[in-house]
């Protein structure tokens, strides 16, 4: 029976022991986790070369089981060390069984990037396994990529459709195949690669080893485990904690026209010159216009989206990781799975409409035990979803009051006006003299009138709470507390002068005593005195319940066991005492409208316990955890939502539906899925024969032919090499018309002299 992954001890990953080294010897001897793995001694120096001392929780529990050969589905936190779980279970099997004539081992990674960054991965730590692997990227020259296939490399890191296109073209044979991994499994599915990986499933063995990791786990990830793995293993480790603990939060308050301004606010006096910082934006257009304004400020950064040329993507991306710039600015489509160490903050110029987005951008930084900072743009329009995000961690939201000096570092709060107002007069400036910048900020204006009709509503209860926010008295927000003294003065005065409410009316501020509506709000006013007593009272007293309502927060839930130990009973909901609903004497009781004595269930009565003992229960443990991402072009904009498929039709005069799963253009493959007709051009065999790669000698003969054809012929000689460049030169020099007559005349005296020599044969 293999081990419970979640409750058993990993043998070689429990923790550090004292052993005695013998009688003699009083003192005691610590070992690493990799050094009790038992590794081979080539992967274990490069897993040192590599700078791993200690194994992360979700290398612990995976590295074993692989290497036992269990199908694994691991969840861990971004940045925790997923790649190098699957990496060296990979090397241990190569080098068990070396083979150089087929492929075996199969990497998909949903991006040229993550793709990238996994070669690198296993170029590092297998430098010293003589492993062979080989990329096979979209955008990649396809000739090249022919032969790198047909090098036959052990280790093949490729992105699903170009991947697909090979085998489809190459009519390829992965039946040697025993290792297959997913990388980043979720962000395959949201990316639309479902009909591709389904397709390169029926083409791998069905004795494969398949292992899934994944950030969050989606329902379409569980129904693919569920038809794809041979008893899977779940393992789901630092997702409670959801978020690192080096990781601060900064939510800043603005309202949608300010942020331009705010985000240079930012990159000036919060965040430091030498850091590096990525800077998470809605669409393409808003990564075009925050690039041209950050290139107006003075700022070195570069950008990433969906729609970049493949090359274009990786000099960005290499610029940013190299550090030549000092901000990135992407979309969530296209920094999934990015990696890069030195990076210490992450600003949300727009803030994500889920929970998971959130967690997932924020997860860039603060990676491997470094520290990070998150600060988060927040517009009205945007509260809602901040509340969500506190409901999803379990934290209170706490605002900034006025006179708030002592307030917590991620509480909501306010950029002082005039820092602002500094900031706002420069882009006035900017948009006027460049009218290229001008044009892309209605642009990205434009687009995002487009991502607010596919983004996902916030919850009810949310959108209700946003009204008792104090955000019209928010004060300045923790981050620039270090701001001078009397500026601060002046920001607050300002505050006070926005809220300042006059105890009277528009019918009685500067009117006279003998005017008639001036009377009439003075007897008003009088008589309806008490009224305005009692609803003053009544919101002290509702400022002091939310006070103790964010206090109660605070306290720490209890847990089952706690409630277990504590109490001999526990009374369920009436759904759940159907199986109590039978009392003595044989009396037919009815609970719910289900006669429970003729009633037979589509379950049996113990099926609850049954699941609750089984030590290996993939359903039981595979927990619905949804991450969708919006799009940041148009065309996936329109995706995203029934209300975007429908567009004006001009000749019809009417809205009409736009058909997304049209099969024009594409083949039915041998699974039944339908790919791109363009798979199949027949590339393949015109390099074939070009390059005579397919050609096979299977005669000893012919193979020793061949061996003689490469051995060295040319003469080592000074003089012999001379003779053979003067016969190359002679062989393509043009030749006058006397040389031409001449050779034809010597043609045609062999051609005799041969002819004589036939005849006096057949005499």
């Keep these: 029976m293999f081990p419970n992954p979640t409750t058993d001890q990993v043998i070689g990953f429990d923790e550090d022991v004292e052993e005695e080294t013998g009688p003699k010897k009083a003192s005691t001897k610590k ?32 590295i074993p089981l692989i290497m036992e050969g269990r199908d694994v589905v691991a969840m861990a936190r971004t940045g925790s060390g997923k790649t190098a779980s699957f990496l060296i279970p990979l090397f241990e099997r ?21 793709a990238l960054q996994t070669m690198k991965f296993v170029k590092d730590l297998g430098r010293f396994c003589g492993v062979k692997a080989a990329a096979v990227l979209g955008g990649d020259s396809m000739d090249c990529q022919f032969s790198v ?65 994944s950030a969050t786990l989606p329902k379409v990830l569980v129904e693919f485990a569920r038809a794809g793995l041979t008893d899977p293993v779940l393992l789901r480790l630092d997702v409670e904690s959801k978020l690192p603990e080096t990781l601060a939060l900064s939510f800043v308050s603005c309202r949608s026209d300010e942020k331009p301004a705010a985000l240079l606010t930012l990159l000036d006096h919060v965040i430091a010159p030498d850091s590096q910082v990525a800077i998470f934006v809605a669409t393409k257009h808003h990564v075009e216009y925050i690039h041209m304004l950050l290139d107006q400020a003075g700022v070195p950064n570069t950008f990433v989206y969906s729609d970049l ?25 296209a920094a999934r799975g990015l990696d890069i160490p030195s990076l210490d903050a992450v600003i949300n110029y727009n803030f994500p409409a889920k929970a998971k987005l959130f967690v997932h951008r924020v997860g860039r930084c603060a990676r491997a035990g470094r520290a990070g900072t998150a600060h988060s743009l927040v517009a009205g329009d945007e509260l809602c979803y901040l509340l ?40 006035i400036l900017w948009h006027d003299n460049n009218s290229a910048l001008a044009g892309q900020r209605r642009v990205s204006e434009n687009a995002y009138k487009q991502y607010l009709r596919s983004r996902p509503g916030a919850s009810v209860d949310s959108v209700r709470r946003v009204k008792e926010l104090p955000t019209a008295t928010l004060g300045a927000h923790p ?65 002091v319940m939310c006070e103790g309502e964010e206090k109660k927060l605070e306290l720490e839930s209890s847990s089952v066991a706690d409630i277990s130990r ?13 199986a109590r609903a039978l009392s003595g004497g044989g009396k037919r009781v009815k609970v719910g409208g289900v006669d429970t004595e003729n009633f037979i269930p589509y379950k049996p009565a113990d099926s609850h316990s049954e699941q609750g003992l089984a030590v290996e229960n993939f359903q039981q443990t595979a927990d619905r955890a949804m991450l969708d991402l919006t799009g940041d072009t148009d065309r996936a904009l329109r995706q995203g939502g029934q209300r975007a498929k429908m567009v004006w039709d001009k000749k019809r005069k009417r809205m009409v539906g736009v058909e997304t799963n049209s099969k024009a253009g594409k083949i039915k493959s041998e699974s039944g899925t339908w790919i791109p007709a363009s798979y199949k051009s027949g590339r393949y065999k015109a390099w074939v024969e070009k390059n005579k790669a397919g050609e ?7 193979n020793d032919k061949d061996k003689a054809a490469k051995l060295k012929t040319t003469p080592n000689t000074r003089w012999g090499r001379h003779n053979i460049k003067a016969q190359q030169k002679e062989k393509f020099k043009l030749k006058n018309a006397d040389q031409i007559l001449k050779q034809r005349m010597i043609a045609e005296k062999n051609r005799k002299r041969n002819s004589k020599k036939k005849s006096k044969k057949r005499k």
Excluded: W
Excluded at 159 to 165: A, I, N, Q, Y
């Design 94 to 114: 190569i080098l068990a069984k070396p083979s150089k004539h087929s492929i075996k081992a199969l990497i998909l990674s949903p991006t040229r990037e993550l």
């Design 388 to 427: 969500d995000l506190c409901l999803f961690l379990g934290r209170s939201l706490s605002c900034v009051g006025s006179d708030d000096s002592a307030a917590a570092p991620d509480a909501l709060g306010r950029i002082p006006q005039h820092l602002l107002d500094e900031q706002l007069s420069k882009i």
């Design 31 to 62: 070992m690493g986790g990799f050094y009790r793995l038992n590794l081979h001694p080539s992967v274990l120096k490069g897993v040192l070369k590599r700078g791993y001392k200690t194994p992360t929780p979700i290398q612990r529990k995976t």
């Design 566 to 578: 504590t109490f001999s009973r526990v009374i369920l909901p009436a759904k759940r005492r159907e």
């Design 479 to 543: 981050a620039f507390v270090s701001i001078s003294k009397p500026l601060l003065d002046r920001a607050s005065m300002l505050v006070q002068m926005k809220n300042y409410k006059p105890q009277g009316t528009v019918f009685e501020f500067g009117q006279s005593s003998h005017v008639q509506s001036y009377n009439v709000m003075k007897t008003k006013r009088t008589k309806d005195s008490e009224k305005i007593y009692r609803f003053k009272q009544k919101l002290k007293q509702d400022n």
């Design 309 to 333: 040329d493949p090359s274009a993507r990786k000099i960005n991306t290499a610029k940013f990781q190299t550090g030549k710039v000092k901000a990135l600015i992407v979309t969530d489509v």
């Design 696 to 702: 096979e000698q299977s005669d000893d003969d012919d």
């Design 149 to 213: 296939v047909h090098s036959k490399p052990d280790v093949v890191v490729a992105t699903p459709g170009r991947f697909l296109h090979l085998c489809v073209e190459m009519d390829l044979k992965l039946t040697e195949v025993e290792y297959v991994v997913f990388d980043e499994a979720d962000r395959l599915f949201e990316m639309g690669f479902g009909e591709q990986l389904k397709e390169i499933i029926h083409r791998l063995p069905e004795s494969r080893q398949t292992l899934l990791f």
